[in-house]
């Protein structure tokens, strides 16, 4: 967060230790400066939830849970455009590692019938103790069989445009 005048910095550590306030204002631009070590997201569904492309069309489910993708989300995009947002998302929110360090997993689960799992997984550094900081996350979206976009997807959506139009702040949507 910037003061009228100051200049843009760069810092080389960044310390959160903020209350939910300011990650809630400033927490996009503190992730531009955060050094994570790695950031894993993984999206499992049923195989007919997958809209894939190019060499990936040809790769079949060889049981009831294949890996059919994993590696950096670069590689995975083009040929997942459908079944990879989530993933270009988590590479756009954190610029250290961006597309090629941000691995992406994707997983043809025949039990996931009515269902997309999306779990994410990210570390930093070592600390003093040598012991790193993790955080994993871990969504089910209910989708119908078949469908690229889980069926709370639309209402998660909606929620959100709502309540940026609430924002004392900065009322309206605005786009960029």
Not at 39 to 60: I, K, W
Not at 68 to 81: K, S
Not at 107 to 131: N, Q
Request: charged share 15%; net charge neutral; aromatic share 4%.
């Amino acid at each position: 967060m910037r003061m009228k005048g100051e200049t843009s910095r760069h810092p080389d550590l960044v310390v959160e230790v903020a209350h939910p306030k300011i990650i809630q204002e400033s927490g996009a631009q503190i992730l531009r400066h955060a050094n994570l070590l790695s950031l894993r997201v993984t999206m499992a569904t049923h195989p007919d939830g997958f809209r894939l492309e190019g060499p990936l069309a040809a790769v079949h489910s060889t049981g009831p849970r294949t890996v059919l993708y994993e590696g950096p989300v670069r590689g995975l995009c083009p040929f997942a455009p459908r079944n990879s947002n989530t993933m270009a998302a988590a590479a756009l929110a954190a610029p250290s590692l961006g597309f090629d360090r941000v691995i992406g997993v994707l997983v043809a689960d025949l039990s996931l019938t009515d269902m997309h799992v999306v779990d994410v997984e990210l570390s930093g550094p070592p600390g003093p103790t040598g012991r790193s900081f993790a955080v994993h996350t871990h969504r089910e979206n209910p989708a119908e069989p078949g469908a690229v976009t889980g069926s709370a997807t639309v209402t998660a959506f909606w929620r959100s445009l709502l309540g940026c139009c609430q924002l004392p702040s900065r009322p309206g949507i605005h786009l960029c």
